[in-house]
C-alpha cells in the first residue's frame, strides 16, 4: 500500500496488475483507491496516470461513503419496515428474521467486521431472492408479464437488469430501498421484456405501471447508492 498526497489530502492506493489492456481507477474509501494495470506497466505510466485523475479522485473521493462498522448496526430497514438487530456471538452462523415482532438475529462464530458482513450477506440474499420472486409473481398475473430465470447479486452501481432471453438479474440490496422505489425497480426491467430500449415508448409504458416513474427514477439515480450497505 503506497501513499501520495492531492489537493492537500493524503491518500493510499493498491496496484493491482491484471490481464486487461488499459488502466483503470476504483475508489476504495473517503482515502483510498485501486489502481488496475496491465502487468508489465512501469512504475511512472501509473504515477502519470493518476496524477492525470487526481482531480476525478479528490472531487468523487468526497461521495464515497466511510467504511461500514457492522457490528454497531442496530436497524435494519427492509422495504421501509424498520427491524431491530441483535448480535449473539455462537458456533454457527446464522441469520433470523422475524417478521413478527421485527427483530433479526445475528448469530456468529467471529465478531470481526469482515465476517459480519460475510454473514449478513450471505444470509440476507435469499430472503432477497424471495422478495423479490414473490412481488413478481404478483406483477406478472397483473400485467401479464412472462419471464425467465431470476438472479440476485451485489453490484456497485446497478439496480437490474433483463437479458435478450427475458432472464432478470437484481441487486440484491434493492430491498434496503422504499417500497415504491423497490417496486419501481422491478417494473422498469419487467418493461423490459416487451421494450428493450429507453425510448419514449417505454417511459409512457411504464408510466401506465407506476405512475410515479420520473420521480422514482430520479430518486434512485441521486440516492439509490446511498442506501446500499455493502
Not at 489530502?9 to 475508489?27: D, E, N
Not at 483510498?32 to 472531487?59: A, D, G, M, Y
Not at 415482532?101 to 424471495?130: F, M, T
Request: hydrophobic share 40%; glycine share 4%.
Amino acid at each position: 500500500m503506497a501513499t501520495i498526497y492531492l489537493g492537500q489530502k493524503k491518500y493510499s492506493y493498491s496496484i493491482i496488475r491484471k490481464p486487461i489492456s488499459s488502466l483503470r481507477l476504483r475508489l476504495k474509501t473517503p482515502r483510498s483507491f485501486i489502481v488496475s494495470c496491465p502487468r508489465l506497466t512501469p512504475e511512472f505510466v501509473i504515477n502519470r496516470f493518476i496524477k492525470k485523475n487526481q482531480n476525478w479522485i479528490v472531487i468523487h473521493s468526497q461521495k464515497v461513503p466511510a467504511k461500514k462498522i457492522y457490528k454497531n448496526l442496530k436497524n435494519l430497514v427492509i422495504l421501509g419496515e424498520e427491524y431491530q438487530l441483535q448480535f449473539v456471538k455462537t458456533q454457527r452462523d446464522s441469520v433470523i428474521v422475524s417478521v413478527l415482532d421485527k427483530k433479526i438475529y445475528v448469530n456468529i462464530s467471529k465478531d470481526s467486521n469482515k465476517h459480519i458482513k460475510l454473514v449478513l450477506e450471505k444470509k440476507l440474499r435469499p430472503l432477497a431472492l424471495k422478495i423479490i420472486k414473490q412481488e413478481l409473481e404478483l406483477f406478472a398475473k397483473k400485467y401479464g408479464f412472462s419471464y425467465g430465470n431470476v438472479v440476485v447479486r451485489n453490484q456497485s452501481s446497478r439496480f437490474g437488469s433483463c437479458s435478450s432471453r427475458g432472464n432478470l438479474n437484481f441487486n440484491w440490496q434493492i430491498i434496503f430501498f422504499p417500497l415504491d422505489k423497490f417496486r419501481h425497480i422491478l417494473l422498469h426491467e419487467l418493461n423490459h421484456l416487451k421494450i428493450k430500449n429507453h425510448s419514449s415508448v417505454f417511459w409512457n409504458q411504464l408510466v401506465i405501471y407506476d405512475p410515479n416513474c420520473k420521480p422514482n427514477n430520479l430518486w434512485l439515480k441521486k440516492e439509490g447508492t446511498k442506501y446500499f450497505l455493502f
